[in-house]
Every structure is written in C-alpha cells, then in structure tokens.
C-alpha cells in the first residue's frame, strides 16, 4: 500500500512538473527564437528567408549584407546620429527631470500640487496631439533637421520626473536638515548629499530614458526629411518602402538595431527592469 | 530663512519653461488647430467644420473601429497570458525562474520599428511562420494580405512584444500578497486554480487596473506597428487613430483635420480611463 501511495503521488508530482514547465518552456520558445532567425537572416542571402524547409543556420552574408545596407541608408551616418541624439538626450533629460523630482519631493512651496498633479496627467494626453503644433514650430524657426529638433521635445519626460520623485521621497531629510544646520548651501546639499546615494535610480532612469529615444520613431520620422539626418529607426523604416525589399540587408539593420540593447539589458536586468516598470529602486 | 522660499522654483525651472514650449503650447495649439482650416495659406477660423467632416469619414470610422477591434481583443490576450505566465513563474516548484523571467522580458527592450519589420518578414505568404504551420497540417494563411489576418498579425505582434512586460509587473506584485491567504484558501479546500481566481487575481487588482489603462492609452495611439508591419492595410484593414493622423498631417498636410483626430483620441483616452477607474478601482 505504502509504495503504491508513494509512486502515485510521485506520478501527480511529476505530472505538475510537466504542466509547469511545458507551457513555459514554449513561451521560452516563442521569446527568444525570433532573436535567433533575425541573426540567421543577417548572415544569410535575402532568398533564404522564404525557404521550405526553413534556413536555420549561419550563412557567409553578413560583410555582404551590411556593404549593401551602408549602401543604402549609410548605416554608419544614421547609428552616428541614434547615439548622438539618445545620449546628449539622456544627459539633459536626466538633469532637467531629476532637479524637477528633487524640488517636488523634498520641498514645500505654493503651486506644487498643481505643477505635480499637470505633469502626471500630461502622461495620459497622446504624444500624437503635440505632433503637429511641435512640427509647425520647428519648421517656424527652420530646425527641421536638426539634431536639436530631435533632441529637445520630450526633455521634460514626466514619467522619469515620477521614477526619481518615488526616490528622493525614499531619502531621509534629516541628513539635509544636519547639512543646513552646518551651513551648507542648498546646491551643495543636493550635489553632494543627496545624489551620490541616487546612483541606482539615475542608472534605471537613465535606461528608461536611453531606449525610450533609442526606439523613437514617429516624431523622428517627421522631424526629418533629409537621410543624412535619418534616425536609426528611421532608416530601418525607409528600407521597406522601397518596392524591390533587400531582406538580407534588412535583416542586418534590425539586428543593429537589437542585439546591443539585448546585451546591454542581459548585463544591466536589475536597472532595465525597474526603470522600465517605473519602480523604486532598491 | 526667507532665502529658501525661492529655492524649489530654481530647481524647477528648466523643467517647466520646456514643459510650457514643447508640452503645454502643444497641447493647446493643436486644440486651436482643431478648430481651423488652411484659407490660401493661413489658418482660419472654421468652427466646428473638421468635426463635422470627421463624421462623414469613412476612413475616420475605419480607424476608430480597427483600433478597437485591437484594443478589446489584444490587450486582454496580453493580459490574461502575463498573469497566468506570472503565477506559473511564482510557483515554488519551479527552479530557474530568473532565466525564464529575462528571457520573457527580452521582447519589451527591442525597438518597435525593428520587431515590427521582423513580423513583417516572419509572416509573409512564404514565410517561415506558414511553412513551420504545414508541419504541423495547417495550410498557409495569408497573414498580411487579407483584413482579418492583418489585424491578427498586429495582435501576435504586440501580445509577442509585450507580454512579458506585463508578467514581470504581476510578478513584483504577487511577492506582496501575504502567504497566509493561500494557506487559508488552501485549508478551505480550493485548488490552484481557484486559489489563482479567488486569491492572486483579486489581490492584484489595482495592478491590473494599472496595466490595463497603460495598454489602452498605449494601444489607442498605435502607430509603428501598423506603419511598418501592415502598412495600413490591406486597403485600410489595419489604418488605426495614430496612422490616420500621421496620413492627413504629414501626407496630405492637412494641419486642421489632423488635430481634430487627434483631440477625438484625446477624449477617448480621458473616458476610457475614467471608466476604467469606475469599474476596477474602488478608492
């Protein structure tokens, strides 16, 4: 009897293992494999995408590929620009939000409910509704394709106004207090007291921000027009609305575009995540 | 001590003078534009005309349905699998949950214009999504050339980017339901299944309200994937709010009619979310 409990509940137990990992193990499938055919297809010549059966392993494309695709969008031009445009970005954005984050959360003064309560619900207005106004005031002042037209919109981002608010309120103001009893200045205090322990939710902030502009497409495909100020999404986007589609050059270009935001969130999960989902940093 | 009153508005000033420019002008501009026509080059003052226009525009009506065909369908999808997903990974018998965790999430960090190309590539008639559907004896569809099987495409799409996004919002969240819940559910003899129903979900209620108003304003201004996956169609089976606008402003450079859309999904935006709230949340 006792043997014949135990097997059975082995046999229950083994059977919940399954119905675990199965359904994940799919899911896993489904995640990850695409990454993978989109590094096949760098390597391979444009027809092995439409193959039957499938083309799954490497091919000897890839130099042949990105000549084709620096051919075409001038690949180096347009990744210049992306990085460009994305850190000075983040640098400002960064700056501007967290000094914004800083006074809404550790200071009491009129109008700080009602500046706080405008910015969070400017999150729910559709990026969209500022399109047109925006394109009409660059092209007023002839900034159309400029890195500045690309830059400046959405320095103000309130959502990394909220990520850094949820931290400062997180830091004891008694150690400001000590400092303004010593006589420290209040940029001093901030400077030097308060940042330094922000390291981590500036580093989650930061990444937010850098692939929120790394993956912008819409404002960038208005604010230019001329190629040599293309946007690397931008780019990516122009290759398929010729009519004859290169996809081996294709290819290339997304996995550009892919792989060192993947290996850069495989190096940095913990600050990715919880920039991404807007939590605290702990 | 009166030398402090000042401080907070320095530190705040870069942020509200370019939140004013490019954020707050904007906002009002384009509600003013709404209101005008383009007369020999300058904008007049037109009333309530592209309003009126929207409401004999069957492209207009096109796109809102399109929209909500994918909202109603997709983001529940998405929802609903993140959950189920979110319990299986904080289930105790599992080991490796780190990995499967990163690994779900990897969709939500590429870019939309580059996952979005990858779709369009993986569901072509030939492609390797119907050829790897024959092994298993389903006949090719015809993802991105009939009405149906666009709008399906963009669902797939979307649920693929972004549903381990939402899992990992469940997961943080679950670490605070109190095990003492499911130990009483247990002892009352409910099983995992309903333990989930009658435990995880409403316990994580203001978190799902959360994820589902975030998914719908996101969906309501969909643009990239219908721009560089189905392009908008076939004929306007996928032409959603986002790329409407796009077209009249940017194609047809219609300044006036653009921002009227703009404002209708402006208003879609505040009632959904205020419904939302009223159905979902109770404080």
């Known amino acids: ?282 | 001590m009166t030398r402090n009153r000042s401080i907070p508005y320095w530190f705040l000033m870069p942020a509200l003078i370019l939140f004013i420019i490019f954020t707050i002008y904007p906002i009002l501009s384009s509600l003013i534009l709404s209101f005008e026509k383009l007369d020999q080059g300058t904008y007049v003052f037109a009333g309530f005309a592209n309003y009126v226009r929207l409401f004999h525009d069957t492209v207009f009506y096109k796109a809102l349905e399109n929209t909500f065909i994918i909202l109603v369908i997709q983001v529940p999808i998405m929802l609903i699998l993140a959950l189920i997903l979110a319990s299986a990974l904080n289930s105790k018998l599992l080991k490796l949950r780190g990995f499967f965790r990163v690994s779900f999430f990897m969709p939500a960090v590429t870019s939309l214009v580059a996952y979005s190309i990858l779709f369009s590539i993986l569901l072509q008639d030939n492609g390797l999504i119907n050829h790897l559907l024959g092994y298993v004896g389903i006949k090719p569809v015809h993802w991105l050339t009939t009405a149906i099987g666009a709008k399906v495409s963009i669902i797939l799409a979307m649920t693929w980017r972004w549903t381990g996004y939402n899992m990992v919002i469940y997961l943080a969240a679950m670490q605070n339901i109190p095990e003492e819940l499911y130990e009483a559910a247990s002892l009352d003899g409910a099983g995992k299944f309903r333990q989930f129903i009658n435990v995880t979900v409403p316990q994580l209620k203001p978190v799902i309200l959360f994820t589902a108003i975030i998914s719908t304003i996101s969906t309501l201004q969909l643009f990239d994937e219908p721009y560089n996956l189905t392009k908008g169609g076939p004929g306007d089976a996928t032409m959603t709010l986002g790329l409407y606008i796009y077209q009249n402003g940017f194609k047809y450079f219609d300044f006036g009619y653009a921002s009227a859309i703009a404002y209708i999904v402006v208003i879609i935006v505040a009632i959904l979310s205020y419904v939302q709230f009223k159905v979902t949340g109770d404080e």
């Open chain 1, 1 to 282: 009897m006792a043997t014949t409990t135990v097997t059975h509940k082995n046999k229950s137990y083994f059977g919940t293992k399954v119905g675990l990992y199965l359904p994940l193990i799919i899911t896993l499938i489904i995640s990850i494999f695409p990454f993978y055919w989109m590094i096949v297809g760098a390597t391979n010549h444009s027809s092995k995408m439409f193959t039957n059966p499938p083309t799954l392993s490497f091919g000897n494309q890839l130099a042949t590929n990105l000549s084709n695709l620096n051919d075409s969008v001038g690949i180096w031009r347009v990744l210049f620009n992306s990085l460009l445009v994305s850190l000075v970005y983040v640098a400002l954005s960064l700056t501007i939000c967290t000094l914004a984050a800083y006074a809404l959360s550790k200071f009491e003064f009129k109008g700080k409910r009602v500046i706080f309560t405008v910015l969070m619900l400017s999150m729910m207005i559709p990026y969209q509704a500022t399109l047109i106004p925006l394109f009409r005031l660059m092209a007023d002042f002839h900034l159309l394709n400029t890195y500045f037209a690309l830059i400046a919109p959405q320095l103000v981002f309130p959502f990394a106004i909220f990520l850094m608010r949820q931290n400062f309120i997180a830091f004891p103001t008694a150690l400001m207090e000590a400092a303004r009893i010593d006589g420290a200045g209040e940029l001093k205090i901030f400077l030097t007291i308060v940042i330094p322990s922000m390291k981590p939710a500036l580093a989650a902030t930061a990444i937010y921000l850098f692939m929120m502009q790394w993956n912008n497409f819409m404002w960038p495909l208005v604010a230019t027009t001329s190629s040599n100020m293309y946007t690397f999404p931008v780019a990516l986007s122009s290759l398929i609305g010729v009519s004859i589609i290169d996809y081996g050059q294709v290819m290339t270009g997304i996995t550009i575009a892919t792989i060192p935001i993947i290996i850069f969130f495989l190096l940095l999960q913990k600050q990715f995540i919880s920039g991404m989902l807007g939590s605290a940093v702990k």
